[in-house]
């Protein structure tokens, strides 16, 4: 079973890097996805194996986003790949069957794909407008939402966890499990406030 929340990681040097990620870990997120854009593959090689190690040490789920030779090269659980990124049928040639493919989409189309490929979890968004991400794709809002899980059932379409992601708080948790998402991608709002994890595990159950 996957846990419902994923927290992806924040900073812009290896330090913030690390610090977030043990915060987080400290209270209680048992998800990583380390998601470092401006380093070097050298940087992020590096810090990849220290939070491989840390998490390990949580017994964490450990997945990089966007390299699947770095997640390959550091053993990591899986890897994350947004629609611009290597496909997903590579990733699963190059980590194996036992590792966790997980991809990003925005609409219909973005979905279906992604469930064709055999992704094991699907990042739908963004929610809402959030500062983390550049090249934003369009806000789907929670009719979004609805409207694709809509689709998805009444086509009789099975398809594998989907995380809502996006500049998402605690106060939007209940809706979007009502809506048939299955748990939540989180970065700020942990990153800020790490003592949110329990909350936000709490509203997922």
């Known amino acids: 079973m996957q846990s419902k929340l994923q927290y992806i ?4 040097t290896a330090k913030e890097q690390t610090y977030n990620i ?20 050298e940087e992020r090689v590096k810090l990849a194996e220290q939070v491989r190690q840390r998490c390990q040490d949580y017994q964490a789920t450990y997945i990089i986003n966007d ?12 890897v994350h790949l947004g629609l611009d990124d290597e496909g997903i049928e590579k990733a699963r040639y190059v980590l194996g069957k036992g590792k966790i493919i997980g991809g990003t989409a925005n609409t219909i189309a973005d979905v279906t794909k992604r469930i064709d490929e055999g992704c094991n979890y699907i990042g739908l968004g963004p929610y809402r407008t959030t500062s983390t991400k550049e090249k934003l794709s369009p806000i789907l809002g929670i009719e979004g939402y609805r409207k694709i899980i809509l689709y998805l059932k009444e086509h009789e379409i099975d398809f594998p966890p989907i995380y809502a992601i996006g500049g998402i708080d605690l106060t939007d948790i209940q809706s979007l ?9 989180i970065s700020k709002a942990i990153t800020d406030t790490p003592i949110l994890v329990s909350d936000f595990k709490k509203l997922l159950r």
């Open 9 to 12: 990681s924040q900073g812009t």
């Open 22 to 41: 043990l915060q987080a870990l400290d209270h209680g997120a048992d998800w990583i996805q380390l998601r470092w854009k401006t380093a070097t593959d």
């Open 67 to 78: 390299s699947i030779p770095i997640a390959k090269q550091v053993d990591a659980d899986g």
């Open 177 to 185: 499990l009502e809506e048939g998402i299955y748990g939540v991608a």
